[in-house]
């Protein structure tokens, strides 16, 4: 089922990629907090476009979200390329921590869910000195299995956050988000991959010249060796937005 975003999009390889920057973003999912309507968010880069192009299920998730924001750089440029230009980067990271700014205002609740036992509770301990205004509402690592799957949204449900974020990789957070969102209902859930690990310090963002240079994924590759992998779904993209130019932004 296809998702109608209030926002308007550009359709990437038939994924609909919201055009607005962090601003109206941000003020797009307040009022999804306010009327407590569920969005599930996800952070889009290549190798998750590419991955959808892959796997028919992996499409269908990325298709049937509630919001698809422009993380990856590729994204930005691809759109740009088409001709079809969103407003600006809307990096997860960063809109992470602009909803939590926004919570301060409303005293917003927030779960936690992913990561190592460690990371998760320094990320609370962290997250809650630097938005007092906000309220943990609970937090779990992301550590378990499907047989653990029930007792965990059991939890979310009863502490009735307003935001969850969970940080449990790509390939699993999405799924599991698309998966529970209606038991779930939460007005915002997004998966925010290594950011737990940033904010409990665990591991450094890329220094701001890489980001000003557009160039975080290098930096990643640079410390993590064995990301080159996936990584190889950069260039792939590149090549595909390129030969498929007339194509990429028609639905
Ligand atoms: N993670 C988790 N459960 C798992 C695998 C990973 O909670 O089964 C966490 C991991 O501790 C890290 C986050 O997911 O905090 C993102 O991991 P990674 O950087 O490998 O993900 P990706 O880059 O694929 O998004």
């Given amino acids: 089922m296809k998702a109608e975003s209030a926002v308007p999009t550009v359709p990437i390889f038939g994924i609909r990629v919201s055009k607005v920057d962090m601003a ?12 407590r309507i569920p969005h599930q968010v996800i952070t889009a880069n290549p190798i998750m476009v590419m991955a959808a192009l892959e796997d028919p299920a992996y499409m269908d998730i990325m298709k049937s979200a509630e919001l698809v924001v422009p993380d990856g750089t590729g994204v930005v440029w691809a759109a740009n390329y088409c001709n079809e230009p969103v407003s600006e980067r809307v ?5 992470l921590h602009e909803l939590m700014r926004q919570g301060e ?24 000195l630097q938005y007092p205004g906000v309220i943990i509402a609970g937090y779990h690592d992301g550590y378990f299995g499907p047989d653990a799957d029930e007792e965990i949204i059991a939890g979310i449900v009863k502490a009735n956050p307003d935001l969850l974020f969970v940080a449990r990789g790509a390939d699993s957070q999405e799924p599991w988000i698309a998966k529970y969102k209606s038991k779930l209902g939460v007005p ?27 160039i975080e994924w290098l930096y990643r590759l640079l410390k993590e060796p064995t990301r080159y992998k996936r990584m190889l779904a950069l260039p792939k993209f ?9 194509k990429v932004t028609k639905v």
């Fill in 188 to 214: 915002i859930m997004m998966g925010v991959g290594g950011s737990f690990d940033v904010i409990s310090g665990k591991s450094k963002r890329a220094p701001l010249v890489f980001q000003k240079m557009r």
């Fill in 24 to 35: 109206a973003t941000v003020a797009y999912l307040t009022e999804a907090v306010h009327t």
């Fill in 238 to 246: 590149a090549l595909k937005v390129v030969r498929e130019k007339d």
């Fill in 105 to 128: 205002r409303y005293n917003w609740k927030v779960y936690l869910l992913g990561s190592t036992p460690e990371v998760i509770r320094e990320t609370a301990e962290r997250l809650q």
């Fill in 91 to 95: 990096a997860g990271y960063d809109l």
